[in-house]
């Protein structure tokens, strides 16, 4: 019998924020696979569950999975062979009849590199794989300013930042707009909103729920230092005003 | 001293997706208010959180909620008479020094009514309210059809289905799009998916995390029986295919 694999999406990194099935998940299976960003760096995922399960016990992977670019409009091949490279780990894990979890941070259904080898996993392997959805750091975001994401009628979208040229037109079409991973264009979008009357309208959110978390609800304040990968402005529309 | 409000959001159903910050905050609270649509129902998000907490000691207030439709631009004045009532009532408790947890189905940010009141308990009163997020249904459904809403340089938009006749401008723009309580208009948007050659990027969800959930990958599978309030469409688009 082949193992389960379940991925699991365990918040923004406020451990109180693991759901109970996600613990108790946790708690049961032997292996714990653990992706990381920087093959030297600390997984912030296992720093996360580590607040609240005791991993003594357990069989933990870490899986260095580099950042994702496409060339043109695809992925390089160096890490597609590394994408399989990871599936082929976690399949033979499992073909021992163990079962794991795969963690990722927030939802694993939101910008998580989980979903580069679920294809994989699926593709001629007799692998159960269950989902378990996770606070987003966008959810998290929108509890922090007290302001709903939408509302009765209305319509909210969200887009990395690198998109942010499509703006003007998203304006007039929704009332929310959310700009993820902000930090590398953040100038502009603020002299853009600025022109547009919008700074009043706006939030910079980053690391949330994380060491170093910022809110700031005036965007002229945020600095160069205020910037990184963990951020994002939330746009609270005018429409209906 | 003024007692504080947790907006606490208790996930789409399955009390297990309830997180451990929401049960400490339930276990510890000595009232609850839980909202409901309908004024001689029982509250779903009670039945949830029975599955997890010992109400029997609790204060527990059980507000009616209209269903918030506008006339015209504006709410109706008895629905908003309704809501100061409501805002009057829980101010009136934490005025007593309690603490007081306001439940809400999924995220109080998307699609709760707690909004509504959420500007008349901060307006004059000394209430701290803090929000705690939860699993929304969008994030419960993309885990269970096990799809990504985004990835990498991908956008998505969630709009009320009733907003739908804006869908082809849509199309072009958004990797995925997730129509809400699609209900009502569900036949027409399955004939405009048709037509355009995209019901194989569709899925239709409803109920999820409750009895009678259902999960459709096949939208012409869908008959009158499987529509209802608790629905949605999530389609992925084609864009870059």
Redesign the interface.
């Known amino acids: 019998m082949t193992g389960t694999l379940y991925v699991i999406?365990i918040?923004p990194g406020?451990?109180?924020?693991?759901?109970?099935?996600a613990?108790?998940i946790l708690r049961d299976v032997p292996c714990i696979f653990f992706p990381k960003g920087k093959e030297e760096g600390i997984s912030l995922a296992r720093s996360v569950v580590e607040g609240?399960i005791d991993l003594s016990q357990k069989e933990l992977y870490e899986l260095h999975f580099p950042m994702?670019k496409?060339q043109g409009?695809k992925f390089s091949r160096e890490l597609t062979e590394r994408w399989d490279e990871i599936g082929s780990a976690i399949t033979g894990i499992l073909a021992q009849g163990k079962d794991a979890a795969f963690l990722t941070l927030g939802?694993?259904?939101?910008?998580?590199t989980y979903?580069?080898i679920?294809g994989l996993l699926q593709k001629g392997s007799r692998i159960q794989?269950e989902?378990?959805?996770?606070?987003?750091s966008i959810?998290?975001a929108?509890?922090?300013i007290?302001?709903?994401?939408?509302?009765?009628?209305?319509?909210?979208?969200?887009?990395?930042a690198?998109?942010w040229e499509?703006f003007e037109p998203l304006l007039a079409?929704?009332h929310t707009i959310v700009f993820m991973k902000v930090h590398k264009v953040f100038y502009q979008l603020r002299e853009l909103l600025s022109q547009k009357g919008l700074l009043r309208n706006a939030w910079y959110v980053s690391k949330l729920g994380m060491k170093g978390e910022r809110i700031i609800a005036d965007l002229r304040e945020v600095t160069d230092e205020d910037l990184n990968y963990f951020s994002m402005v939330i746009l609270k529309g005018r429409k209906?005003e």
């Open positions: 999406g918040g406020d451990p109180e924020l693991l759901t109970l099935k613990v108790k609240v994702a496409k409009n939802d694993p259904c939101i910008y998580s979903f580069y679920h794989i989902i378990i959805p996770g606070i987003s959810n998290l929108f509890s922090k007290e302001q709903p994401m939408a509302l009765a009628d209305e319509a909210f979208v969200v887009i990395p690198a998109y499509s079409n929704f209906d």
